[in-house]
């Protein structure tokens, strides 16, 4: 090896402009820095960092590589090495101008797109990564394709959770696949699938870093491959040097991944490029490796109890958005009105006078068909802090919603989802809708942050959280009381606080002390306040304001009880809040 780089040196001093001889240079340079990145070497027991010789490789990589573009500007090879070095070392913006050259001047190919795709993931510049994803599959062949599209992808599924023990062949694996990505995507309001997009960039990377092209082994079929694919790239990782042993033992090359809350292991145990994960060697075994204990069973227990990990990636920064959603019961028979309560989030570091956003809601049945979409963009002043009210009115379903938002400016992004069941209000029986928590509520409309219910105005709280110095009102719905022969509702309204934390049994004591003359107080650890009511509404709207000011901090279970005392039905709704010092 050394005698080919001094001849490929020799013919550049005879011949500066003979390109293969850098191309060649650079590879060999290549190669180094990406066996010794990140590589240590144990000396007495203490490992030393080889970075610094690593660094230098990486230096004189690139330097042979832009010489040799500097004789040929379109050469394909040494932009392709030159960009997964700039990949490797964890430059990909370097990447991307080189490879668009290539594609501009129709010296492009499936693995530039692959590879092209790959950078743009990595610098968040996400709609053009799908983009070139998008090339690349089309111009794959078939098994290639299948690759990316099909075999990778069940390496992530967990056919017990996901689709009920399912046995998933050829004829449904298309339908079993796409629904698990429609249920994984992070991002409904994007014209392209974010967990997609990180599967396409794992099993690039895979290929590029982990392929055994002697042992007919794509990067993603690997140990290494597979765990990228499952669980993403590692946090860091460490390199191992091997070394001669006592006993003539020999400790084989190791590789340490460093993930958020684990750690994996290999070993290329028959130096070919394969690494294993780690096993326990033998008592007589010559070859072992340097991390003692059995990952190999780990990862095989890892994989069916925690198949795959994610965590979303998006092109701006994560925003906070608190939210609260409230369900009635709706004047359309058989629906639900629900109201999407939320305030916009901090802008304070924007240099514009007005945002945009776009906002979505969107809700699944279980088998993630969708049931309803609503999605608007909103112009507001940078400053605004009011109260936003969105009503959406479904079907009574159990399913999967999601909220999501986009500021236009810099991208950033906010994004809920969750299980979310539309409840089903009776519409003969006794029901009561959920109870909300206001600052205010109020036959008039006193500003933007009041939304209207039925002519009733109210200003929701999102937080459970409450000073005693903030008013708090109650709000709720009754739903089919009974009239008697003089066409009155006759109900029994019963107002339950009690401490909710087993571990805070103060919280009324000072209340009790002032309150001694109401009924129904039941234990030192609950109160409840009894009110009867007639009126002529089926379907009265309650509120009240509930003073708090004898209460010490702590959290509290604030429940309704309603009975109808004319069939002697019963309804409950409650809320647990904290009260803070």
Do not use: C
């Amino acid at each position: 090896r050394r005698s080919s780089m001094k001849e490929y040196k020799n013919i550049l001093s005879l011949d500066s402009n003979q390109t293969n001889a850098y191309l060649n240079l650079g590879e060999m340079k290549a190669k180094d820095f990406n066996e010794f990145n990140r590589s240590v070497r144990s000396e007495n027991g203490v490992y030393m960092s080889m970075q610094e010789s690593a660094n230098k490789d990486f230096v004189e990589s690139e330097k042979y590589f832009l010489s040799a573009l500097s004789k040929d500007t379109l050469n394909y090879d040494t932009i392709m090495k030159l960009s997964l070095l700039y990949e490797r070392a964890n430059k990909p913006q370097k990447g991307i101008p080189l490879l668009n050259r290539l594609v501009r001047n129709n010296k492009d190919d499936k693995n530039v797109h692959l590879l092209l795709g790959l950078l743009y993931y990595k610098t968040s510049q996400l709609q053009q990564s799908h983009n070139e994803y998008k090339i690349a599959l089309e111009l794959m062949d078939k098994l290639e394709k299948l690759d990316f599209t099909r075999y990778s992808v069940l390496l992530t599924l967990n056919q017990s959770d996901l689709f009920e023990n399912s046995f998933i062949d050829e004829e449904n694996a298309e339908q079993i696949i796409n629904s698990f990505w429609k249920a994984s995507d992070p991002l409904y309001l994007t014209d392209y699938n974010e967990r997609l997009l990180e599967h396409y960039s794992r099993v690039a990377y895979a290929n590029l870093n982990f392929s055994v092209p002697s042992l007919g082994l794509a990067g993603w079929s690997t140990d290494m491959g597979e765990t990228v694919v499952r669980y993403g790239e590692p946090l860091n990782r460490i390199r191992i040097r091997p070394a001669i042993g006592a006993g003539g033992t020999v400790s084989v090359k190791t590789e340490l991944w460093y993930y958020e809350n684990m750690n994996v292991a290999f070993t290329d145990m028959f130096s070919n490029g394969n690494y294993q994960y780690v096993w326990p060697a033998g008592e007589k075994d010559k070859l072992v490796p340097q991390i003692p204990g059995n990952y190999l069973d780990f990862m095989n227990d890892l994989k069916r109890t925690n198949p795959t990990f994610y965590k979303p990636k998006y092109e701006g920064p994560t925003l906070s958005v608190p939210y609260l959603i409230a369900q009635f019961k709706s004047a359309r028979r058989n629906y639900s009105d629900l109201f999407l309560n939320y305030f916009f989030p901090e802008a304070s570091n924007i240099n514009t006078d007005s945002v945009n956003y776009k906002i979505g809601f969107f809700f699944f049945d279980k088998r993630f068909t969708e049931k309803f979409k609503s999605v608007f963009n909103l112009k507001t002043i940078k400053s605004n802090k009011s109260l936003q009210s969105m009503l959406i009115s479904l079907q009574p379903d159990s399913g999967y919603a999601a909220f999501e938002l986009i500021r236009d400016v810099d991208k950033g992004t906010f994004s809920s989802h969750g299980n979310f069941t539309v409840k089903k209000f009776s519409n003969t029986r006794l029901d009561i809708s959920d109870l909300l928590i206001a600052g205010d509520v109020s036959l008039d409309k006193k500003g933007e942050e009041y939304f209207n219910r039925n002519e009733i105005y109210i200003k929701p709280y999102i937080q459970n959280e409450f000073t005693k110095q903030e008013p708090i009102y109650l709000y709720y719905e009754i739903y089919n009381l009974e009239k008697d022969n003089q066409g009155l509702t006759d109900f029994e309204q019963s107002l339950v606080i009690s401490d909710y934390s087993t571990e805070q049994k103060s919280g009324l004591s000072k209340f009790f002390s002032s309150i001694t003359n109401f009924l129904g107080i039941t234990s030192e650890q609950k109160i409840t306040l009894k009110s009867n009511y007639k009126t002529l509404e089926t379907n009265p709207q309650i509120y009240f304001q509930l003073d708090l000011n004898n209460f010490d901090a702590g959290e509290y279970q604030i429940k309704i009880v309603i009975k109808d005392n004319l069939n002697g039905s019963e309804k409950e709704v409650d809320r647990i809040i904290k009260l803070l010092k």
